[in-house]
């Protein structure tokens, strides 16, 4: 078990510009989760997937935000044009089915 | 929709004290339940878990938490912390109707005192 690795760990960005981040999940999980984490608040879910289909998307998210898992195994997050309030802690999760989540260590993104 | 309160988000104590954090969701339905810690510096790490059964379970490090269904709660409780207890703690709910993705509570900071 390698854990859940998450690239980059930090990024900084100015407004207006898109930033991606990548996900590996642990090799056997089916499911991928994305969360997003603001300080002294517990992660917010963002979106899943089972395999390469996204099941769910949280209905706060902006359109801005793109989640992709097109062959079952990592993912990318992209999010377009960001703004000041995007800036948080990402993380993402796998797990296999219905078992407890493992999470990585997240990517923390700061938007100046 | 879902939602999890932890009543304390601030809670400092002495090495060898009691802990009880507090946990309620707003959930009716059949839900799994989770304790996770994330340490300084690390990523969140399933602490217990609870599925169904015995409504006491215990977790990793000495902690158990209580599944009590009549008050919606899901307290984390252990005897005896250690100053290697300090983290943040955070409750979890998951539901089969909500897609089984997890709502988390806005999590308890916990600092020992050694």
């Known amino acids: 078990d390698t854990g859940v690795s998450q690239d980059p760990r930090h990024k900084i960005t100015k407004r207006g510009q898109n930033v991606t981040f990548r996900c590996d999940p642990i090799?056997?999980?089916?499911?991928l989760y994305w969360y997003r984490q603001t300080l002294g608040q517990g992660p917010e879910f963002l979106t899943y997937?089972?395999?390469?289909?996204?099941?769910?998307k949280s209905r706060l998210l902006s359109d801005r935000f793109s989640a992709e898992r097109p062959k079952g195994s990592f993912s990318t997050l992209e999010i377009q044009r960001t703004e000041q309030g995007d800036s948080a802690m990402y993380l993402c999760?796998?797990?296999?089915?219905?078992?407890?989540?493992?999470f990585g260590n997240g990517t923390r993104l700061t938007v100046t | 929709a879902q939602s999890v309160s932890q009543h304390n988000h601030h809670v400092i104590l002495s090495e060898a004290a009691s802990l009880e954090l507090g946990c309620n969701y707003s959930?009716?339905?059949?839900?799994?339940l989770f304790w996770y810690v994330q340490y300084p510096g690390q990523h969140l790490q399933l602490l217990l878990k609870?599925?169904?059964?015995?409504?006491l379970v215990k977790g990793i490090k000495g902690f158990e938490a209580e599944f009590i269904k009549s008050k919606f709660s899901f307290n984390l409780r252990k005897p005896s912390v250690q100053w290697s207890d300090t983290a943040e703690y955070f409750c979890?709910?998951?539901?089969?109707?909500?897609?089984?993705?997890?709502?988390f509570g806005a999590g308890t900071i916990l600092r020992v005192k050694s």
């Open positions: 999760a796998s797990s296999y089915y219905n078992s407890p989540l493992h």
């Open positions: 090799s056997e999980h089916n499911r």
């Open positions: 997937f089972q395999n390469e289909a996204q099941l769910e």
């Open positions: 959930y009716g339905g059949t839900v799994n």
């Open positions: 609870y599925f169904s059964g015995d409504p």
């Open positions: 979890a709910v998951a539901s089969m109707e909500y897609g089984n993705k997890l709502v």
